[in-house]
């Protein structure tokens, strides 16, 4: 079995501005650790998929860095997409360069920017995903079994009738992807226990994922077929022009909605998406009131904040629920529960054209 890491790193990260800039983005930010979050998550991997195996998709400034920090990845593993067309289009093209080097390898698609404390399971759960993968021609995801009624979070429901076991590992079929939901309805998600948050980590063999799209989004595969010509041709401005084109959407809604044979094996590995700057409240050491802190910092009577400060000292007087985030030339105070609006924030400056704040 060949087994491919397909790294998507393309990302803005604009719930973590004002940290998460575009010459910066999230994935290339100490966040987590000392460690920028691209670097944690190709060394969780190395245990399991070597080097020469991990490949990355992003823009060419952005795989620049990428190579600046993985001077061992070969030049050739950098995929550059022309434009920032969403997970889609950027699986199509990664898929497809290791379609062309061997058809019956497997992928495995993950995000650049996300958290999974246990190492060891996950990398079990990864190899029997990928032996999932190979033994049943389907497409294999990891549903993260929800703690809380996220709103925030696409959903799969699952069957836990039919399951199978592979390599000591419960894989059960996929009933459907459901997007995002209300409170109301994701309490009924909860509740009802075959409802598993979608991690956005994906595995396939390079020739399923073709055949998958050719059955279930004809549409994409004639994106397919267009990209792949591309590839074999060596023509780069031709990538470049199916990427102006090319819809800007995501993998689950151009496939994974819509195919039929897609198993889920449970994702209880220690995941978070680190999806806007609360999700450190539970990743970040935390004082006897709450408070996650990387900043010089004096608080009083204040509970449940974040503040990340590295110049000056922050001092919080009777307040809770803060998320504080001071720059060199931009200063976010928000509520925690309000932060995914952040985006929004961006959204503003990229209307008023202030750019130097981007």
């Given amino acids: 079995m060949e087994f491919y890491a397909v790294i998507l790193a393309g990302g803005v990260g604009t719930r973590f501005w004002p940290l998460s800039r575009r010459e910066r983005p999230k994935q290339f930010l100490p966040i987590i650790s000392e460690k920028t979050m691209i670097e944690e998550t190709v060394q969780r991997l190395t245990p399991l998929i070597p080097l020469e195996k991990v490949y990355t998709i992003a823009n060419i400034k952005q795989s620049r860095s990428i190579r600046d920090i993985f001077p061992d990845i070969p030049d050739a593993n950098f995929f550059i997409e022309p434009l920032g067309r969403n997970t889609a289009p950027s699986l199509i093209l990664a898929t497809a360069h290791v ?45 993260i079994p929800p703690s809380y009624p996220s709103t925030g979070y696409g959903y799969i429901q699952f069957s836990r009738k039919g399951s199978q076991k592979i390599k000591d590992e419960d894989f059960y079929p996929v009933q459907e992807f459901k997007e995002k939901p209300d409170v109301a309805q994701a309490k009924v ?35 397919w077929e267009k990209i792949l010509q591309a590839l074999q041709g060596k023509n780069e401005p031709q990538i470049a022009a199916i990427f102006e084109t090319i819809p800007s959407t995501s993998i689950d809604y151009a496939l994974m909605e819509k195919a039929k044979g897609v198993l889920m094996c449970e994702g209880n590995f220690g995941w978070s998406d680190v999806g806007a700057w609360s999700s450190l409240l539970n990743i970040w050491p935390k004082d006897q009131e709450g408070n996650a802190l990387r900043a010089e910092s004096m608080l009083l009577d204040s509970e449940n904040c974040l503040v990340y400060s590295r110049d000056k000292l922050t001092a919080l007087i009777g307040v809770k629920d803060l998320i504080v985030v001071d720059t060199p030339d931009a200063l976010l105070i928000c509520h925690k529960d309000l932060d995914q609006k952040v985006k929004d924030i961006v959204g503003l400056l990229k209307k008023d054209n202030k750019d130097k704040y981007l």
């Avoid at 992928?107 to 029997?128: N, Q, R, W």
């Avoid at 598993?196 to 059955?215: D, Y």
């Fill in 99 to 143: 379609f062309l080097q061997n058809a019956e390898a497997i992928v495995a698609a993950l995000p650049a920017d996300h958290l999974i404390t246990d190492v060891p399971l996950f990398l079990k759960k990864l190899e029997a995903g990928a032996e999932a993968a190979t033994e049943r021609d389907d497409l294999v995801t990891f549903g």
């Fill in 189 to 223: 998600f909860l509740e009802a226990g075959n409802y598993f948050w979608n991690s956005g980590i994906f595995l396939w063999k390079a020739k399923t994922f073709a055949r998958k799209l050719q059955q279930y989004a004809p549409e994409w595969h004639v994106y």
